[in-house]
């Protein structure tokens, strides 16, 4: 079955730390990774994904095929960067985005 | 452009009761998910519509029932409702790619008592 795991459900740094976000998959086939970010009293929205190969926000985040693995990296975390980060996986033949259960990111000044 | 955007904000339901919740999404989106997130939890897939047909579906009993007009608008039934059926469901819009970012809306907040 596709599954999603984020093995921890918060991360707390303090600012100007690096930042990395954990997320392994279990997918048949060749999956579309995506972070989505929900921001305090905003909605959910897309961070970045992989086939972009963008940075956004200064995140970064690399496929590993071989460790099934999409973990999100920040050299220097700012303090607006706290959030909830989710993990999220989709592709071709199941076309449905399913999401892990989400990291709550503190940042501390 | 207004986004994705859902109706009623917030919801509160007798155990047995049926409910029903809107949403219209992204201009020039005519792909619609739903999904359910519990306290805590990470949004869970219940299904999406796309040409007025749900395309795929999540592990939800039938109770779970939804629907898209030919605006793209799309509606989530939930009969019979159960105390565990209280939650944040979230819609969200695309592009018919499977590989399509999805446009979340602010959700409804269901509680069932």
């Known amino acids: 079955a596709q599954r999603v795991t984020q093995p921890e459900k918060l991360l707390s740094v303090f600012k100007g730390a690096p930042v990395e976000l954990k997320c392994n998959y279990s997918?048949?086939?060749?999956?579309?990774l995506f972070w989505y970010v929900q921001y305090s009293r905003q909605r959910l929205q897309l961070l970045l994904r992989?086939?972009s190969r963008e940075s956004i926000k200064g995140f970064t985040a690399d496929l590993n095929k071989g460790e099934t693995s999409f973990h999100l990296k920040k050299p220097f975390a700012q303090e607006e960067d706290s959030a909830m980060y989710y993990c999220?996986?989709?592709?071709?033949?199941?076309?449905?985005?399913?999401f892990g259960t989400g990291t709550r990111l503190q940042v501390f000044p | 452009d207004a986004g994705v955007t859902q109706s009623p904000t917030h919801l509160i339901k007798t155990r047995g009761q049926q409910v029903t919740l809107r949403c219209s999404p992204k201009?020039?989106?005519?792909?619609v998910s739903w999904y359910q997130q519990a306290l805590g939890q990470g949004p869970q897939f219940i299904f999406q519509?796309?040409?007025?047909?749900?395309?795929q579906r999540g592990n939800f009993p039938d109770r779970f029932s939804g629907h898209q007009f030919p605006n793209y608008s799309s509606e989530l039934n939930v009969n019979a409702l159960l105390l565990g059926d209280s939650a944040l469901y979230l819609c969200?819009?695309?592009?018919?790619?499977?590989?399509?970012?999805?446009?979340f809306g602010n959700g409804t907040r269901l509680t069932v008592t």
């Open positions: 969200a819009s695309s592009l018919g790619n499977y590989n399509s970012p999805l446009h």
């Open positions: 997918y048949s086939g060749s999956p579309e």
């Open positions: 992989h086939i």
């Open positions: 999220a996986a989709t592709s071709y033949n199941t076309d449905k985005l399913i």
């Open positions: 201009s020039g989106h005519d792909t």
């Open positions: 519509y796309y040409e007025e047909e749900e395309r």
